[in-house]
C-alpha cells in the first residue's frame, strides 16, 4: 500500500490503519487486511495489536516508526511494559511485531487483571474540536482508552459508544463524530481525574529495563519502612490501608474494582507490599505511588526501583562459594560423613534418615556441584520391569474378533468406508491396541489386508447405486448415479473416474 498516513501524536495503530481505508476509499474489511498486513486472519486490536512489522514498512519513506516506536508511542504497552519482567516484555515486543495469536494479552497479565479493558469505543468531545482545528481530521487517541478508567486527561468526561471494537473482530472503525443518542458519558470526579493525568504520564515513559520483582519486592518494603509502617521484619498494612484511604474515597475505588476491606487477609493492597510474585496492573502502582508520592513522576519512581541491587542466585552462590575458601575442613569433613551415609544407606534412604536431611541441604547450599556428581555415581540401579501385558495372547483374542467382524459385514455393504480406525473401535479396549500395533503382527497383517482404501469405497458406493437405481427401474443419469451415491466431482478419484466413464452413463 502507498501513501501510508504517517500516525499523528498518541494515535493508535488501530485508528492509523482506519484511516488508511478512508483514504483508499478501501470498504471492505478483508480488502483493507490484504493491503496493509498481506494477512486476511489478523484482528483489529485497539490496545495491544500485533503484525507492527508490515506498519513499520509502510512508513519506511519517513526515516523513524520502527516497530518499538510504534509499540511504545500509538500502543498501550508502556501502561504494562514497566511492571513485567524483562524476559516478559521483551517476548511480547517480538511477538507485537508479527504474530502473538492473543499471547501478548496473556504475557503482559491483561487477561487475568482485576482492571478489565473495555472494547468499547470512547472519544472526548473537546479532543476531537482540537483535532479538526489542527489536524482536519478526527482519530483515536490512546489517552482515551485506559483500561478501568474512562477518563480524558485534559477535559474530563469520555463519550463512551454503544459499538465497539469487537462488534466486528476484522473491522478497523474510523473515527466520526457521533450523535448524543449513540453514546453515554463517563462519571468523573476530581481523584479519577487525578489518576488520569498521572496515568497519562505512564504513555511517555521510554524504552528501558523492567525490574523484577525482586527489586519491586524491597521497593515497597522501602516505602512502608520510610513511613514508618513496618514493626521489624513485618508491614503494618492497616496503617498502608488508612493512608491509600486517606487519598482515594472508598467509593472512587469501588468504582475502579480496587477496594480491599483492611480486615481481610487477602487483597492487592496487602499483596503489593509482600513478595511479589507476580505484575500488578499499572493503576495499582499508581494509587500507591500517588498516596505515598504525589511530588515523583512514573519514570523517576520507576528509575529508582532499577537502582535497587537485586539479590540474584548468582550472587548468592559467589557469596558461598568465597564463604567455603574459608573453611575447607569443615568442607571435607561434610563430604566424609555424607559418603559413609551414601555407601551405607543409599542416597535415597541416606536423605530420608535424620542426619542425613540437615547434611544434604547443607551440602546442596554450599558444594552442590560435588554432591550431584557423588550422588549420580551411587544411584541404586533400577531393576528392569516385568512385562505386565500378554501381547501375543492380546494379538490372538483381537484377530479372532476382527474375523468375526468382518464376516458379519453383508457383500451389499452400504455403511462407512471399512477403515483400520472403523475395524479398531468395534474391539474392546480399542485404544490399547490402536497405540500398540507394533506389538500386535497378526492384527497388523489383517488390518493391511482387509481395509478398504478411499478408491475401493467410492466404487463401491458406485456400484450399490447402480445396482439399486436398475432394481428400481430407474435410468442411470450420470449426474442423479453421483447425487444418489453422495460423490462429488472434485472428491473423485482417477480410478474411479475411468470406472464412472466405461458405464457409458447418459
Not at 258 to 264: E, G, K, P, Q, V
Not at 343 to 358: C, D, F
Request: glycine share 4%; aromatic share 12%; hydrophobic share 35%.
Amino acid at each position: 500500500m502507498r501513501n501510508f498516513p504517517v500516525p499523528y501524536p498518541d494515535e493508535l495503530v488501530y485508528s492509523m490503519v482506519a484511516r488508511a481505508g478512508i483514504y483508499h476509499g478501501i470498504t471492505s474489511p478483508k480488502q483493507l487486511l490484504d493491503e496493509v498486513f498481506e494477512n486476511r486472519k489478523m484482528i483489529a486490536t485497539l490496545d495491544l495489536p500485533c503484525h507492527l512489522q508490515p506498519i513499520s514498512s509502510l512508513l519506511q519513506s519517513t526515516g523513524r516508526y520502527s516497530v518499538e516506536e510504534l509499540v511504545y508511542q500509538h500502543t498501550l504497552f508502556p501502561l504494562y511494559a514497566p511492571f513485567v519482567t524483562d524476559t516478559h516484555k521483551s517476548r511480547a515486543l517480538q511477538m507485537m511485531a508479527g504474530r502473538s495469536q492473543g499471547a501478548v494479552h496473556l504475557m503482559l497479565g491483561v487477561a487475568a487483571s482485576r482492571i478489565q479493558s473495555s472494547d468499547r469505543f470512547r472519544y472526548c468531545p473537546e479532543c476531537i474540536k482540537n483535532q479538526h482545528q489542527h489536524y482536519g481530521e478526527y482519530f483515536w487517541q490512546r489517552n482515551w482508552f485506559f483500561p478501568g478508567l474512562a477518563v480524558c486527561p485534559e477535559h474530563g468526561s469520555l463519550s463512551i459508544l454503544t459499538n465497539g471494537s469487537g462488534s466486528h473482530r476484522h473491522h478497523f472503525f474510523a473515527m466520526t463524530p457521533q450523535s448524543p443518542v449513540d453514546c453515554e458519558l463517563s462519571s468523573v470526579n476530581e481523584e479519577l481525574l487525578r489518576l488520569a493525568i498521572y496515568a497519562n504520564k505512564f504513555l511517555n515513559i521510554l524504552p528501558g529495563y523492567s525490574p523484577d520483582f525482586e527489586q519491586w519486592t524491597s521497593f515497597y518494603r522501602d516505602l512502608a519502612s520510610d513511613f514508618g509502617f513496618c514493626r521489624g521484619k513485618n508491614i503494618n498494612h492497616g496503617e498502608v490501608h488508612e493512608r491509600v484511604h486517606a487519598c482515594f474515597h472508598p467509593s472512587t475505588l469501588m468504582q475502579l474494582n480496587l477496594y480491599t476491606d483492611s480486615a481481610a487477609e487477602t487483597g492487592w493492597l496487602k499483596g503489593i507490599f509482600r513478595k511479589h510474585r507476580k505484575a500488578f496492573s499499572y493503576l495499582e502502582h499508581a494509587i500507591i505511588w500517588q498516596s505515598f508520592m504525589a511530588e515523583f513522576k512514573p519514570e523517576n519512581v520507576i528509575e529508582r526501583v532499577r537502582q535497587i541491587k537485586s539479590f540474584t542466585k548468582i550472587v548468592f552462590e559467589n557469596t558461598a562459594s568465597s564463604t567455603l575458601s574459608t573453611d575447607n575442613e569443615h568442607l571435607r569433613s561434610q563430604r566424609k560423613t555424607w559418603q559413609k551415609l551414601v555407601l551405607q544407606y543409599g542416597v535415597l534412604k541416606a536423605r530420608n534418615r535424620s542426619p542425613g536431611k540437615a547434611l544434604y541441604a547443607w551440602l546442596y547450599r554450599n558444594d552442590k556441584s560435588w554432591l550431584m556428581a557423588f550422588n549420580s555415581e551411587h544411584k541404586a540401579q533400577r531393576k528392569k520391569p516385568e512385562l505386565k501385558a500378554d501381547w501375543h495372547r492380546r494379538d490372538l483374542v483381537a484377530i479372532r474378533q476382527l474375523r468375526d467382524l468382518i464376516q458379519g459385514i453383508e457383500t451389499y455393504y452400504a455403511g462407512p468406508r471399512i477403515s483400520a480406525n472403523f475395524l479398531l473401535c468395534k474391539l474392546q479396549q480399542s485404544s490399547t491396541i490402536e497405540k500398540n500395533l507394533d506389538k500386535l503382527p497378526l492384527v497388523r497383517m489383517f488390518l493391511q489386508r482387509y481395509t478398504e482404501t478411499i478408491t475401493e469405497y467410492q466404487i463401491r458406493r458406485l456400484t450399490n447405486t447402480c445396482v439399486e437405481m436398475i432394481r428400481q427401474g430407474e435410468p442411470l443419469k450420470k449426474w442423479l448415479v453421483m447425487r444418489k451415491a453422495g460423490l462429488s466431482q472434485e472428491r473423485l478419484r482417477p480410478d474411479v473416474q475411468i470406472v464412472l466413464n466405461e458405464l457409458q452413463l447418459f
